[in-house]
Every structure is written in C-alpha cells, then in structure tokens.
C-alpha cells in the first residue's frame, strides 16, 4: 500500500495494520463519530434509508468476497439473502427463539445452501456457474413460496430484533443494532481477505490453473467462498426480516439480484471499499430519484400530464449507470485510490 | 513520549465512545420515536388505548393558507405493474386537484399530497412509508395488496393508518391498522363463484373450477377464500397453479388443467399475465367452452387491449365500482377531469377505484376534523394517527362516494370500507352487464388453522 510521504513502517504489526497513521486513526474516529451520533441530528427517514444501505452493504460484502475476490459469479444473491431472512423468521416467529440464535442460524444456514448450490463452480466457472446460481435463486424461492412454514404468498410476520431484554423498536435502535454489525461485517470482509484464504480466493480469481498447481485446493476454497458470500447474505437477509417485520417471497427478486451484482461493479470489484461506495451511490440515488427528482419535476412542470416524470425515473437510473460504466469503468474505489494518491503528493503532483 | 501518545490516545477513544454511547443508551429505550411527541397546547386530549379517549371536541380555528392535511399516496407508477400504477395514480392526483380546486379542500384545509413511486419493490416501499410518517402524514394510501403486504407490518406497528384500493385478506386479517377500500380478492372469488352457480351454471352436481393464482397476496386471496368456502358454497376446485407477473406463457399449466375438464377457470392476477392465460387458453381450445372469471386486478381495459377483444370476450369478472358508461352522479365532475387531464385514461376502470379512493381520503379527513379538529391532525404525530383512524376511518358510516362504489362504511371487527362488488361481463371489447351489487360476507380467515401456514 502506498503511504504518504516520510510514513515508514517499522515492524511486521506497523505493516500489517489497517489504520496506519495518526491521520488514519482520527478519520476513523470522527467518521465513527459522524455514524454514531446521526440519530441525533437524523430524521427517521433517513435512519431508515442509512438502515437499507447497512443491510444491503452487509449482502454486497458476502457477493464481493464470491465475484470479485474468487471470481464465482453469481446471480442469484437475493435468494441467499431470502433464505437468511426467512431462517430468522422461522426460527423467531414459528419456534419462539431469541435474535441472536436466529441471527447466527440465519448465517449458517444461507452458508450452507450456498456450498451446494456453489457444488458446480468446481466444474464451471464464468457464465456457465451464472446460470447455476441463477437457478438458485428460482429454486429457493419456489421452495419459500410453496412451504407452508414460510406462509407462501401469505407472507410470514417477524418480530422485532432484541437481545435480551432490549428491544430493537425505533429507528434508531434498529440503526445502531444494524450499525454494529455491519461495521463488524467489513472488517470481518477486510480481514478475510488479507489472510491465507483471501490470497487463495485472488489466486483462484487470476488463474485457477495456476493456483492449483500452486497448491490451492480449489473445491475447498471456492465452496468456501460461497460459504463465506452466503453467511453475508444471510445475516443481511435475518437483519431484514427483523428490520421490514413481514416477508413475502416477491421481496427477493431476480432483479434485485442484478442490481447487487450492479453495485459492487459500480463501486469496485475486489476491493473491501467498493462494495460500500456502490451500495451507498445506488440506494441513494434511488431515493433521491423516487423522493427528489420525481416529485419536484411533478410539481413544476406544468405543460406536461401528471405520472409523466414516472417514467423519467428508471431512464435516469439506467443513464447514470451506463455513464458511470462508460468514464469510470473500475469503480468509485478507483476513482478513491487516484485521490488519495493525487492527496498524498499534493502539490508535488509530478 | 510514547505512554504519552498512548494516553492521549486512549482519552479520544473515552470521550469518542462516551458521545457515541449517550444516544445509543438513548435510542434502546424501547419506545417508539414517534410516539413520544405530545403537545401540551392541544385543546384535545387523544391518550393511547381504546379506553382512556377522551371525549372528542371541535375547534373553530380559521384555516390558514398554509395549514393543509398531509396524506401519503404510493402507486406502483413504474415496474413491472406500470399498467395499472400509472391511471391510479392519474386518477388519486387528479381528484385530490379536483377536491382543492373547486371544492377548496377539506372544511376549508387543502389536501397536501405526499406522493411516491413505489416502483412495486419492497425497498421502496418500505423507504417509501418510513417517509411518510417522517414527513407528517396522517395516513398513507397504496393501490395494491403487494404493496400494502411489503409495508403493512410497519404501519401496524407504528399504528400508521393505510388504506389500500385492491386488497388481500392478508392485509387485514387479523383486523390492525391497515383498511381496505374495495372487497378483497377473496371476496371476489366469492362473488363470482356464488354469480357462476346462479347465473351461469347449468350442470348438475358440483361443477370443477381451477384457479389460475398470481404468486404473490393477489393469488392467494383467492387461495384463501376457495380454501376455506369452497365446500360450503359447491365447487370443487380440480387444479391450482400459480404463476409470476413477468409470465410470458402458460401453456404448460393450462395444458395440466385442460387434462382435468374443469367448468370454470379463475384468474386471480394482474392484467398482464391475465391476458397470457386467456390468449393460452384460446390456443388451446379450451376457450369459448370453459367460463373464465377474474378479479378485479385484471378485469380492466388493460386486460382487453393486452389480449385483444376478441380474445377476452365473453370473459367475466368482478370489480367494486360502476363503469364508464353508467349514470351515477359522481361520474360528471371525473369524466370531466379526465378529459381534460387524462383522455388516454378514459373508459379505464382503475381510474374509478382511485378517483373514488381520493374521495374517501377527503371523507376520513373530513370525519376526523369535525370530531377532533385541525389542531390534534396539524401535527402529524403518533396521537394524529390515531385520532384519524379512531375519528375519520372508523366513523365512516355509509358514505356514498357520488354512487361511483358501494358505500363506504366502517364495522367493527372488519375493516373492509366497502362490502359491495358487481360482476361484469367482457361484450364488443367493453366492460358491461353488470350484475347488483353483491354484498361479500365476511369471513373471518384468522379463526383457520391453517391460515398463514
């Protein structure tokens, strides 16, 4: 990693570390600041809309860690993240279990489907496995809509998230509760990937070939990485159920499944940063398009019918992506990385 | 030097974690936000519980230009159910403008719309009502059952009103918070199938139906209702097969169900799909010869300009207001809106159910401001909310939405608006011979065990 100049690692921790300098640290400490004290100065609109973005980055860490660290595409995300919800639904609505056990189970239980629906990556790879997970995503919900346990089209009510005796029932209480543990979802995501399993996972994504013969079990490691992206997935689908309080199987469709394949690309394939920069850029341009744009071109263009600017809506969604595609095709984490650098020798650009 | 760093280190990460924990203690303090505002100044006390109101009073105060009523619209204007999301949204504008332009809104308050596309997703959606409460809605509207589905257990919680147009069972079954405008889609099956046996049936016995489900709260009103009645009304229901809204064929269901001879096929989807059943089923020369029914979701003009008129003739359906070409006394003053806003919308019955849902809207709003008056609804809060629901939704007592809809009407214990639905006929590409109205029993699917399951 580059670092600014005159910054000199010493030991083997200094190099290992994060944050590494005392600028790092007091970023990081007025961001965590900034974060923590939003319910204050936060309505609950936007406690709301900053409790989606934590869920969602929450799913997009897990699909970063299978596409863009060990290269398995997949597109069927949304059906992992249903199983996790309704696993935390059963469990909490159905057998009466605390939040946390159906958190946890939610994880695992998204991890497992994921390594058998993850079984073909060992034979295909590419748009080939695509299509796998693809079928993912049709099978489990069919299974969602059509067990009864789950209450099908009916749909199924999740209670509110609590440990303990503290329940998670305002906006803001779910937001720390989400909060919490997304911040421990990426640094758990930074980690794994500097360790022995994320080289693996990157060697894999380079060469396959090449990484086997390095000696990297390759079924070991790619079913771990569909492991690993569907307990993300899961514990973004339990914080979900608990988060909406009702889930019907439409929840989780196929285009959502795109739209977070879309996000991690927008924001960087293969980077921890990426995923949080994409997921914040889309959720917050939907809203400001659905609640902003919309409306405002509604209420002062007068010549036109109203239900016009409705369709102006997704022609600017799909524009600014196309756009974004085209100028910045590796992501808002590139974009970062030739700030930081252009920062860092600022004004000795040269 | 370094235990010095190391000092002044540790003392920001003290004082970073003492800021940040304060309104983290604060917010786990397991009461809603919102619930916690009240006003000392208020002439009319609301407290919670249905026991502990206090007698209602009626204020006197002028309205201000700018004291209005906050009400949140939701329509799926974009995805994949545009077709019907775009004329109800047309239609909940156009007479919330009709209401503030020539009737000068409320007692003398204007409706203020808090309108949103809920592009028929759930993350919408749910960002969509959390908006609605921030903003100081008194209540929220959504046009479908899906949508109402996605954020109904929010509202509930809340105790946020809403009002849904086309409703499932499931939306209010067991009775909260949440009412609908029309009969449910189990009401429609009910009101076709008891139609079907008088009218149209000549057989003997139990004639077959197969249902023909939308999967999601749209199908599985009708589900619901068949489960539960079927036996008891003499039907027996030979096939049930579900499908998505993106259905491009059913050739293959309708194959299956063609094997088992039915008398009857029941759609209980969107128009879309609807149109892919009908036009499946004409290929497959199963109809004419079986009688198709639908609800109210497909039984509009989208439905015949998907599928061709001469595909859906003679297919019947049921829908909760009158048509377009009927003589009730609201219809003028829509008829007049429409041409001149919306021509393209015209002779669409979606357009009617929203026009006749903004009406409703300006009577709950009316109803809660002669019982409690602006001031207790001015502020949007936890205590308007259920000032409205307790004042405006359920003191509506047969109000006749210009004859456009049964009449609308609160019971305990139910919280269908209107009881009353008709069925139509598809005849030279028009929506026509309707029947009475039906009033639609209600049927309490909660006491099942097997609802939810």
Redesign the interface.
């Known amino acids: 990693m580059t670092l600014p100049c005159g910054t000199r690692n010493y030991n083997y921790a200094e190099d290992m570390a994060i944050v590494r300098t005392r600028t790092h640290w007091a970023l990081l400490i007025v961001l965590l600041i900034i974060v923590f004290t939003g319910p204050l100065y936060l309505p609950n609109y936007w406690l709301g809309v900053f409790n989606l973005i934590g869920i969602t980055l929450i799913a997009a860490l897990g699909l970063n860690i299978m596409v863009g660290y060990c290269g398995q595409l997949s597109i069927g995300h949304a059906g992992f993240i249903a199983v996790g919800a309704y696993t935390s639904a059963i469990l909490t609505n159905r057998l009466g279990m605390p939040f946390p056990v159906a958190l946890i189970s939610a994880g695992l239980v998204s991890g497992c489907i994921g390594i058998i629906f993850g079984l073909p990556s060992v034979r295909v790879k590419g748009f080939y496995l695509a299509i796998t997970t693809i079928a993912a995503q049709f099978i489990i919900l069919w299974i969602i809509n059509h067990w009864g346990y789950t209450g099908g089209f009916n749909g199924i009510t999740v209670p509110y998230a609590s440990i303990g005796g503290l329940v998670f029932r305002s906006e803001a209480s779910q937001f720390y509760l989400i909060i919490i543990i997304t911040i421990i979802c990426v640094f758990i995501a930074k980690n794994i990937v500097r360790t022995k399993i994320g080289r693996a996972f990157i060697a894999i994504r380079d060469n396959d070939l090449a990484a086997e013969v390095m000696g990297v079990n390759l079924l070991y490691y790619k079913l771990l990485a569909f492991f690993i992206g569907c307990f993300f997935a899961g514990i973004a689908g339990s914080l979900l159920a608990h988060y909406t309080g009702s889930l019907y199987g439409e929840q989780f469709s196929f285009t959502d499944s795109i739209l977070y394949v879309a996000m991690i690309i927008i924001g960087g394939l293969g980077t921890t940063l990426g995923p949080i920069l994409g997921v914040i850029f889309i959720r917050i341009l939907q809203r400001v398009l659905a609640v902003n744009l919309v409306p405002f071109l509604e209420s002062h263009l007068h010549m036109f019918p109203s239900g016009f600017a409705s369709g102006v809506n997704p022609m600017f969604f799909g524009l600014i992506l196309v756009l974004f595609l085209i100028l910045e095709p590796r992501g808002l984490a590139h974009r970062w990385a030739l700030f930081k650098s252009a920062y860092r020798l600022w004004p000795f650009s040269y | 030097m370094k235990n010095r760093k190391l000092l002044i280190?540790t003392t920001?990460?003290c004082l970073?974690l003492i800021?940040?924990a304060l309104?983290?203690l604060?917010?786990?303090?397991?009461?809603?936000?919102?619930s916690t505002t009240t006003s000392p100044t208020t002439p009319v006390s609301v407290t919670a519980g249905p026991t502990t109101t206090t007698a209602p009073l009626k204020t006197s105060a002028t309205p201000g230009s700018t004291e209005t009523l906050k009400v949140g619209i939701m329509t799926p204007?974009?995805g994949i159910a545009?077709e019907k999301?775009?004329p109800l949204?047309?239609a909940n504008?156009?007479c919330i403008k009709y209401i503030n332009d020539e009737l000068g809104g409320v007692n003398g308050y204007k409706i203020e719309v808090d309108?949103?596309?809920s592009?028929y997703?759930?993350?919408?959606a749910?960002?969509?009502v959390?908006?609605f409460?921030?903003?100081g809605c008194l209540f929220f509207t959504t046009s479908s059952s899906?949508e109402m589905?996605?954020?109904?257990?929010?509202a509930?919680?809340a105790g946020f009103p809403g009002l849904v147009a086309y409703a499932s069972p499931?939306n209010y079954h067991p009775p909260q918070h949440i009412y609908g405008q029309t009969p449910d889609y189990g009401d429609d099956w009910i009101g076709f199938t008891n139609y079907y046996l008088k009218n149209v049936w000549k057989g003997t016995g139990k004639p077959k139906m197969a249902l023909m489900?939308l999967?999601?709260?749209t199908?599985?009103g009708a589900?619901?209702a068949a489960k539960a009645l079927a036996d008891t009304l003499g039907v027996e229901i030979v096939a049930t097969e579900?499908h998505a809204a993106t259905t491009v064929s059913e050739m293959e269901s309708l194959t299956r169900v063609k094997a088992l001879k039915p008398d009857v096929l029941y759609i209980s989807s969107t128009p879309k799909p609807s149109a892919v059943i009908i036009k499946n089923a004409v290929e497959l020369g199963m109809f004419p010869g079986v009688t198709i029914g639908v609800c109210h979701a497909a039984m509009v003009k989208s439905l015949i300009d998907l599928a061709g008129a001469d595909v859906v003739e003679g297919v019947y359906g049921t829908f909760p207001t009158v048509m377009w070409t009927e003589n009730v006394p609201g219809m003028a003053k829509m008829t007049e809106y429409v041409k001149k806003?919306?021509p393209k919308d015209e002779g669409n019955p979606d357009y009617i159910a929203a026009w006749a849902q903004s009406l409703i809207i300006a009577e709950i709003l009316k109803k809660a401001l002669d019982n409690v008056g602006y001031d207790v609804l001015a502020k949007g809060d936890a205590k308007a909310w259920e000032a409205i629901e307790k004042y405006g939704f359920q003191k509506l007592a047969g109000y006749d939405v210009g004859g456009l809809q049964g009449a609308v009407k609160y019971s305990a214990g139910d919280n269908r608006l209107t009881k009353f639905n008709r069925v139509y006929r598809i005849v030279n590409g028009l929506i026509s011979s309707p029947s009475p109205w039906v009033e639609a029993p209600l049927v309490k699917y909660e006491t099942f065990d097997?609802?939810?399951?």
Not at chain 2, 450 to 453: E, F, S, T, V
């Open positions: 280190i920001v990460i970073a800021v940040t309104p983290l604060g917010a786990c303090d397991n009461t809603e936000k919102t204007t974009t545009a999301g775009v949204q047309d504008l156009d309108w949103l596309d592009n997703n759930a993350t919408q749910v960002a969509n959390k908006k409460m921030d903003d899906t589905g996605y954020v109904q257990e929010i509930n919680r499931s489900l999967n999601n709260p199908g599985a589900k619901n579900e806003l919306h097997w609802y939810g399951k």
